[in-house]
């Protein structure tokens, strides 16, 4: 090969001083950034965001300070004169059958939702982190069990178990009752995105300096495994949060959730089912309330997902 | 006589939310028929991106924005995509990068081998399809194709996958290959045969070779024609042996005073310096070391070392496999051991029984006389803090969600070594000691490019004032320039701090340059060992004499013509 004749003349571009950089200059402008300062950024973007911000927002307020919205009681002034009557000054949705204020009763039923659905999330999300943690971070029997475990709860449709945990618990219906019911079984999503987000972490190499560092596992785990973990299971939370609200509806509508003395957009559902064909509205305005919450929280669990995804960003 | 391929003014762009970036600005180059010409750059200098311009395989957003590429009397660029896939490995062959992930492993070798052949019309028919896949594999020189044929690409080693890719590449015999870093993948000894077999077999039909490496030592070894880019430009072009020995733009000069392959060639022939005035000279590094061995006394002590894990096999079955076999060596305090050997030969695995990191199966390992693996937690505890590792991946061995001041500060924390003002002060002094910039504490490992992570992992190691640092690879991922970098400021910290380190490479020609001792392993067992200039000017076993023989680079003659 070094024999052939080479037709080339050797070219050089013209150069001065300043014509290479230093090798490996550090850039100094730009703000610091991780995954998280970059979501947060990415997000900041969105009109979504602000959309089912704002919503979850109101929610919130409105569980919390009902009295503020509405000053209408919404069980002790019902009269059976309203029954099923249509708008009218002071009462701006109508009347159900029992002759009870709509809007005040959907205004009372937030916190009933709302409580429920924080209630399921940190039950799940504190028994789901803790599980997946352990089954993935420490991994052979501990995994072993937890994770056949977890298989076994999985296999159980949540909903149809808290049916039959209401039924057998009919005297003890309250809100913690209810949230019990429908986490218990709902757990086992949460731990497995966990666990599988640990094990992917764990053989990083940065876990292995810190081993040889002499970072303890239990700090290991926490300070570096679970932050670089815990994306995912964010999302799922946000996304459950919605899919509890719905449950403890579902439940209620079935007549094993609260009740009927609870103000609960499900007890509401359920009582307007029977006069759908004279008073639709009854019906209609707590299934808005109740599908514009659970919209909100799922908008905004997609727009952090999006945010969390940098393949997603890639191609966007 | 006209050029195959003519490139002139060709500038490549891809769209970000800044405007467009060029990534290749007005290159200009020319291959004759026959001719091998290899460009040279380190990543982001756009010499893939130029070769993927040529057959219009840009990857995302990138578009040609200008320039002609006349390929055989063709214009390309603005060809239709009919043409181009007419064009595309019938007359231009492709050979990419990574071995595999360039075979899809839910379909037999055979069959896209088959497709291959197919889609470039090189046979037709059931029964000519599969002979000409048998030739195929024949002629990329693997042994029993029939059989081969029929086998998916999990049961093939990297160096097999990349003769399938190349045989592939060559099946419709085109008049131009293009090969994007062939070999990097792969082992030196691998590296070597298949680049032969290349070449024998481009010479056989007269294909025209476009080359494209971070190796000057390997372009210039392959290549008549050198092509060397830099921020998307051409900055030198020419004849490899004049570029070589001649370096006439500050870039080349740097590129040649930095590589790790010609340094080594340079110290073998005596030569100390560059041609041309490179301001900086990775032989000046290594000739400015001394050989501190004598009269120190031995800090680690490995002694008949074994480690065997236990493979799962289907159901309950299990077999052993050994992945370090008997291995023993002494490290004498203060000085460099390089422990070297192909993918494979289980170094790595001896670094991490040193290291505690995984523990040992038969056979002992001495830190100042004490048995590592029979040490109490609160001793092995101690015993790291003297310790300390550097991984080869700059872009894992750092927590992407703690910034670079919590990082380096986490094993002062761990050990807890002052109070948080004293920390604080002394992370400030290690970044100043890998000469990073204080104002980098505050930014997340994602923001830094490879070389500056690997300075804030030597900075973290460095962190406890070990006396051992344990480097796995820990340059083998970077540009040459950053690499000959990190080389230069790991000799200053030794004769600075008298560290002892063990250095983990598959690199022979790093080793010339850094290390006092070496250890060639193979299959879990040591080969050779002895001071690295025995080793290197007189080695005696087969093993070794074909490793170095296999460093790019050892063919060309340097010196020749110089001084």
Not at chain 2, 68 to 77: C, H, K, P, T, W
Not at chain 2, 127 to 144: N, T
Not at chain 2, 522 to 548: A, C, M, W
Request: net charge neutral; glycine share 8%; with cysteine.
């Amino acid at each position: 090969m070094a024999n052939k004749q080479v037709s080339a003349e050797h070219f050089v571009a013209p150069f001065d001083e300043n014509s290479v950089l230093g090798v490996d200059a550090v850039r100094e402008e730009s703000e610091p950034s991780n995954l998280w300062l970059d979501a947060w950024r990415d997000m900041r973007r969105r009109p979504m965001f602000y959309i089912s911000g704002i919503l979850i927002l109101l929610v919130i307020f409105v569980a919390i300070f009902p009295g503020l919205f509405t000053a209408e009681p919404p069980n002790d002034n019902c009269l059976l004169v309203n029954s099923n009557g249509g708008p009218a000054p002071g009462h701006p949705l109508g009347f159900t059958r029992q002759g009870c204020d709509i809007f005040s009763r959907i205004v009372h039923g937030t916190s009933t939702s709302l409580s429920v659905g924080l209630l399921v999330i940190a039950m799940t999300t504190i028994l789901g982190i803790l599980i997946g943690a352990i089954a993935g971070f420490y991994g052979r029997w501990i995994d072993a069990v937890l994770s056949r475990m977890g298989d076994i709860f999985f296999a159980i449709p949540y909903i149809l178990a808290a049916v039959v945990i209401m039924s057998v618990f009919s005297h003890y219906r309250s809100v913690i009752v209810i949230s019990l019911a429908i986490g218990i079984f709902a757990w086992p999503s949460t731990a497995r995105v966990l666990r599988a987000e640990v094990l992917r972490v764990k053989n990083s190499d940065f876990v292995m300096a810190s081993t040889a560092i002499g970072v303890s596992r239990t700090r290991i785990l926490w300070r570096h495994v679970m932050p670089n973990s815990i994306a995912p299971v964010i999302v799922i939370t946000t996304m459950s949060l919605a899919a509890a609200i719905v449950a403890e509806a579902t439940l209620s509508f079935l007549g094993v959730g609260l009740p009927s003395t609870f103000m609960s957009w499900g007890n509401d559902i359920s009582q307007a089912q029977s006069d759908i064909r004279t008073n639709p509205m009854a019906l209609i305005w707590p299934s808005l309330a109740l599908s514009i919450t659970v919209l909100a929280f799922i908008m905004m669990g997609e727009v952090i997902r999006d945010a969390l995804d940098p393949k997603a960003r890639a191609t966007r | 006589m006209n050029p195959l391929l003519s490139i002139r003014d060709l500038k490549v762009d891809f769209p970000s939310q800044n405007g467009p970036v060029r990534a290749v600005d007005g290159v200009n180059l020319d291959l004759f028929p026959g001719e091998t010409l290899a460009i040279v750059g380190e990543s982001g200098s756009g010499k893939s991106t130029t070769a993927h311009a040529v057959v219009n395989l840009l990857p995302g957003s990138g578009f040609v924005s200008g320039g002609s590429i006349l390929f055989d009397g063709q214009e390309l660029v603005g060809a239709t995509e009919k043409d181009l896939e007419h064009i595309r490995g019938r007359q231009i062959g492709f050979v990419p990068q990574d071995p595999m992930a360039n075979l899809n492993p839910v379909w037999s070798v055979g069959f896209q081998v088959e497709e291959a052949i197919r889609a470039n019309g090189v046979a037709t028919g059931k029964k000519e399809v599969r002979a000409a896949a048998i030739d195929v594999l024949r002629r990329a020189g693997l042994s029993d194709a029939e059989v081969r044929l029929k086998q998916f690409p999990h049961q093939f080693s990297g160096g097999m996958r990349q003769r399938v890719l190349i045989g592939i590449g060559l099946a419709a015999n085109p008049k131009l290959l293009i090969a994007d870093e062939p070999t990097s993948a792969l082992d030196v000894t691998v590296q070597r045969t298949i680049l032969d077999h290349l070449d024998e077999l481009t010479r056989d039909t007269g294909t025209s070779v476009i080359l494209i490496t971070h190796d000057l030592g390997l372009a210039a070894e392959r290549a008549e024609k050198l092509v060397v880019m830099y921020r998307g430009k051409v900055v030198e072009a020419g004849p490899s042996r004049d570029i070589l020995q001649n370096p006439l733009h500050p870039y080349t000069q740097r590129l040649v005073a930095a590589a790790p392959s010609l340094a080594s060639r340079r110290l073998s022939s005596g030569i100390t310096k560059t041609a041309g005035g490179a301001d900086f000279d990775l032989t000046a590094v290594a000739a400015k070391r001394e050989t501190r061995i004598a009269g120190s006394d031995t800090i680690i002590s490995v002694k008949n070392v074994s480690k065997t894990f236990t493979i799962r096999g289907g159901g309950f079955k299990s077999t052993p496999f050994t992945a370090v076999d008997d291995v023993s060596l002494d490290i004498t305090r203060g000085t460099t051991k390089a422990l070297v050997g192909e993918s494979g030969s289980g170094k790595t695995t001896v670094a991490r029984m040193l290291l505690g990191l995984e523990s040992v199966s038969a056979g002992e390992i001495l830190i100042d006389g004490k048995n590592v693996a029979g040490l109490r937690p609160k001793e092995l505890f101690s015993l790291r803090g003297r310790m300390q590792p550097v991984f080869q991946d700059p872009f894992g061995s750092l927590d992407p969600l703690r910034n670079i001041a919590h990082t380096i500060s986490e094993p002062l924390e761990t050990h807890k070594v002052g109070t948080r003002a004293e920390r604080t002060a002394r992370v400030r002094e290690l970044l100043d000691q890998v000469s990073l910039p204080w104002s980098i504490s505050s930014r997340y490992p994602g923001e830094l490019s490879g070389g500056q992570r690997q300075r804030v992992a030597i900075a973290r190691a460095l962190a406890l004032k070990p006396e051992i640092v344990v480097l796995d690879e820990a340059v083998s991922a970077l540009d040459v320039l950053v690499q000959a970098q990190i080389l230069e400021l790991l000799t200053e910290l030794q004769d600075e701090l008298s560290l002892t380190y063990l250095f983990i490479t598959h690199d022979l020609a790093v080793v010339r340059v850094i290390a006092d001792e070496v250890v060639v392993m193979n299959q879990g067992r040591i080969v050779e060992s002895g001071r690295t200039s025995d080793i290197f000017d007189h080695p005696e076993q087969e093993y070794t004499k074909n490793l170095l023989d296999a460093i790019p680079g050892a063919n060309i003659r340097l010196g020749a013509s110089l001084s």
